[in-house]
């Protein structure tokens, strides 16, 4: 069986809007977040829940696949809530919000439960998601209370 990965390129705070939608839900391990500073590069690997494919149908299972979030032209990175030495803890994403600054740079905020946030600072918006391998079955199905 032929597997239909997703791959999203965001190059507008639009398209980073869609991105985060289809984020939205995704567990990623902190060992599994990389700034590359000589490359101006900030990469993650996260376990993405496939909302695309239970939205499809009511029979459809839910399922989980990797995927890697990449971010180019970053200047600046920093965290709050996060502790760096703590390389196996999970964090739940919750979504992308983008802010144009006054420099004309751009502001990323990549925000998680627990109040826990990544601020990227870019240049540009360059972003790509990029499905990996095969979706396995989620014997969960991520639920939100309502606030």
Known sequence: MKVQNLKLIARTTEDLRVISAHLQDSIVKTSDIVN?????????????FMWEDVEKG????NKRIRTVLKFENILKVASKNVDQKKNDRFLDF?????????????????????????KLIAE???VTLDDQGYPWESKNKPEHKDL
């Open 36 to 48: 590359l500073k000589k490359n101006r590069i900030f990469l993650m690997q996260l376990n993405r």
């Open 58 to 61: 009511v029979f459809r299972k």
């Open 94 to 118: 919750l979504a992308i919000e983008t802010i144009k600054m006054p420099d004309k740079n751009y502001e990323m905020n990549l925000i998680f439960s627990e109040d826990i946030v990544l």
């Open 124 to 126: 540009a918006i360059e």
